[in-house]
């Protein structure tokens, strides 16, 4: 167990619909991750949040969107979901932003679009 | 940007063979090495990580990774795996001096028979 925790574990969902998905970071861990894991692109980094504040963003589509709120807790928000968003989401946590700080990952959620 | 290459994706090993998963990395700057690890139904682990000093760097349950800078290479290896080590296997690299966000290969996937 990595102290990360994600919910839902799993999300079944059609074409169009919108989802959020939440992250609860490891006691003290100020900066929150999200990556998306797909059979053919692999694992990408989407976007960075530390203290409430994005910091880095990676491969995000203009249709999803992130927070992180003042208990530091994170949405990653999914809308006009389509087929090729069904993937692995994983949250992770690191106790600040320096590059060489660890990364702590959480179990995931899967989310299947129909 | 930094990109990583993981040129097996697929490994079977009897238990006791002795295991090398190659990981090689495109950056020009100075960076931080890591490899996590993925049970089956489990998330991510970390390793091992390398950032700067001894070449060689060990971590958990055995394993050890050396950093060939001339390589741009960051291979794991483990003399002697088990059972228990069938997992997919994640290099990652993050730039020394920018943002802390992970850059991951594509994942091996190293399955042990008994």
């Known amino acids: 167990d990595s102290g990360v925790t994600q919910t839902p574990k799993h999300l079944i969902t059609a074409t169009g619909q919108r989802v959020t998905l939440r992250c609860s970071p490891r006691?003290?861990?100020?900066?929150v991750y999200w990556y998306q894991q797909s059979l053919d692109q692999g694992l990408q980094f989407l976007i960075q949040?530390?203290?409430?504040?994005?910091?880095a963003k990676g491969n995000i589509l203009e249709r999803f969107s992130a927070q992180q709120f003042p208990d530091l807790h994170s949405e990653l928000n999914l809308s006009s979901l389509e087929l090729g968003d069904s993937a692995l989401y994983f949250c992770?946590?690191?106790?600040?932003?320096?590059?060489?700080?660890?990364?702590?990952f959480g179990p995931g959620t899967r989310l299947t679009v129909l | 940007a930094q990109s990583v290459s993981q040129h097996n994706h697929h490994v079977i090993l009897s238990e006791a063979a002795s295991l090398e998963l190659g990981c090689n990395y495109s950056?020009?700057?100075?960076?931080?090495l890591f490899w996590y690890v993925q049970y089956p139904g489990q998330h991510l682990q970390l390793l091992l990580k390398?950032?700067?000093?001894?070449?060689l760097v060990k971590g958990i349950k055995g394993f050890e990774a050396e950093f060939i800078k001339s390589k741009f290479s960051f291979n794991l290896r483990k003399p002697s795996v088990q059972w228990s080590d069938t997992a997919e296997y994640f290099c990652?690299?993050?730039?020394?001096?920018?943002?802390?966000?992970?850059?991951f290969g594509k994942g091996t996937m190293l399955l042990v028979s008994p």
């Open positions: 949040y530390y203290n409430g504040e994005e910091r």
């Open positions: 990652a690299v993050n730039a020394r001096s920018g943002y802390s966000t992970l850059t």
């Open positions: 006691s003290g861990d100020l900066s």
């Open positions: 992770a946590s690191s106790l600040g932003q320096l590059s060489t700080d660890t990364q702590y």
């Open positions: 950056y020009g700057g100075t960076v931080n």
């Open positions: 390398y950032f700067s000093g001894d070449p």
